[in-house]
């Protein structure tokens, strides 16, 4: 017998908000709408290491970005 879509449903919603505790205690500093595109992407076959290498990039360069322009000139250029 199949579940319904109504049970389908919210075991979708416990899993998610099982997954962003997760995140929350692992301070990921993701959204829940971005954890949300995360999961989705590794559902349709993203590979999950190369997702977590490019969010921590773009993590790296908001923070980058949003950093005052002086402190950005006299930052280590590594």
């Known amino acids: ?5 109504t049970s389908q449903i919210k075991e979708a919603q416990t899993t998610l908000e099982t997954i962003q505790e997760i995140s929350r205690l692992l301070n990921t500093g993701l959204s829940p709408e971005a954890l949300t595109v995360c999961v989705r992407l590794c ?3 993203v590979n999950p290491e190369v997702l977590s290498s490019l969010v921590r990039d773009f993590q790296r360069e908001v ?5 005052p322009k002086n402190a ?5 250029q590594n």
């Open 1 to 5: 017998m199949e579940p319904s879509l």
């Open 43 to 45: 559902e349709v076959g």
């Open 63 to 67: 923070k980058e970005y949003q950093r």
């Open 72 to 76: 950005r000139n006299t930052g280590n």
